[in-house]
């Protein structure tokens, strides 16, 4: 069993950074991981996606802006945020698979989810 702690939200203005990091209990370094968003009154939605063979994916919406790391030694993901828009408030929950394939973002694919931590861009 895996938990998922993530932390680093907060309030931003627009065009700022925030580096937000979900520390997992065990090792994960080849397991598929992914930052989801959820805004209010939307659906939740994949953010950016690692996958055990390192490859990356990012949603359209934030393509050049995010950056998607992990630090396999200290079993950490992380998200990189950049040029903030008010659009990306959300809060923002880190996910992780045993599979090391997985490099969508279909929520069924996911095993272990975080909390969440909360985002919020104003201009």
């Known amino acids: 069993q895996v938990q998922l702690v993530e932390s680093g939200g907060g309030s931003v203005q627009a065009g700022g950074s925030l580096r937000l990091s979900c520390a997992a209990s065990g090792s994960t370094s080849r397991y598929s991981m992914a930052w989801f968003r959820q805004a209010p009154g939307k659906e939740r939605e994949g953010v950016a996606a690692i996958n055990g063979f390192e490859i990356i994916r990012y949603a359209d919406t934030v393509t050049g802006r995010f950056t998607i790391s992990r630090d396999n030694t200290k079993n950490t993901l992380y998200l990189q945020m950049n040029s903030l828009k008010p659009e990306d408030t959300a809060t923002y929950y880190c996910?992780?698979?045993?599979?090391?394939?997985?490099?969508?973002?279909?929520?069924?694919?996911?095993?272990?989810w975080g909390q969440g931590t909360q985002v919020t861009v104003s201009l």
């Open positions: 996910a992780a698979s045993e599979d090391w394939y997985i490099i969508d973002f279909e929520e069924n694919g996911y095993r272990y």
